[in-house]
């Protein structure tokens, strides 16, 4: 009746701890990976001291006082590792921890 996602509270347990919504849903972004990044993801990245070294002055010129610019600074950071022969990552890890980020910053933090 109210037109909401109705997967999402499938008419029992309303406001459960279940019902809080994803982060990446509440920031409008579609988690699904198109197909041509899929592949690219297989895809080992060559070493690339240019490239590398670029992502880093950009991480370093984002850092600031915010919570935001820091997040996005120590992203572009991570991303930079793809490029370093001497780092074990993958475009897969880098998104799960963002998203992994991106969820506890929804919840207003880590709670322990």
């Known amino acids: 009746m109210s037109g909401e996602r109705s997967e999402s509270d499938g008419g029992e347990g309303a406001g459960s701890e279940g019902d809080e919504p994803d982060a990446l849903d509440a920031a409008g972004i579609d988690p699904v990976v198109p197909e041509s990044a899929a592949?690219?993801?297989?895809?080992?990245?060559?070493e690339d001291d240019e490239v590398r070294a670029f992502l880093r002055e950009i991480a370093g010129d984002v850092w600031g006082d915010s919570s935001e610019s820091k997040q996005l600074s120590a992203i572009l950071y991570r991303v930079s590792d793809l490029y370093d022969?001497?780092?074990?990552?993958?475009?897969?890890?880098?998104?799960?921890?963002?998203?992994?980020?991106?969820?506890?910053k929804a919840q207003g933090g880590i709670e322990r």
């Open 85 to 104: 022969p001497d780092e074990q990552t993958s475009p897969e890890e880098i998104y799960l921890n963002v998203r992994h980020i991106m969820r506890i």
């Open 39 to 46: 592949d690219a993801a297989d895809e080992a990245f060559a």
